[in-house]
């Protein structure tokens, strides 16, 4: 974390959340273990039911969907 809050940004800003998604099959366990070693909020997006696999169920309308998620988390 400290690599994009003073590389990056030259420690003029900071990492106030990570968002996380995916398909991964492990990916509740990643999200456990972000939780478990970060200090930040760690928000999951919502999947969307019946997806799996890489790249099942895209489509605009999921994507639409996941962009006016991250939309509402900066409201």
Excluded: T
């Amino acid at each position: 974390m400290n690599f994009y809050q003073n590389s990056l940004n030259h420690g003029k800003k900071q990492v106030h959340r990570i968002v996380l998604d995916g398909d991964h099959p492990w990916l509740e366990y990643i999200y456990e273990q972000m939780g478990s070693r970060f200090d930040i909020p760690i928000i999951k997006l919502k999947g969307q039911p019946g997806a799996s696999g890489c790249g099942a169920g895209v489509s605009s309308v999921h994507l639409n969907a996941k962009k006016q998620e991250l939309q509402n988390l900066n409201q």
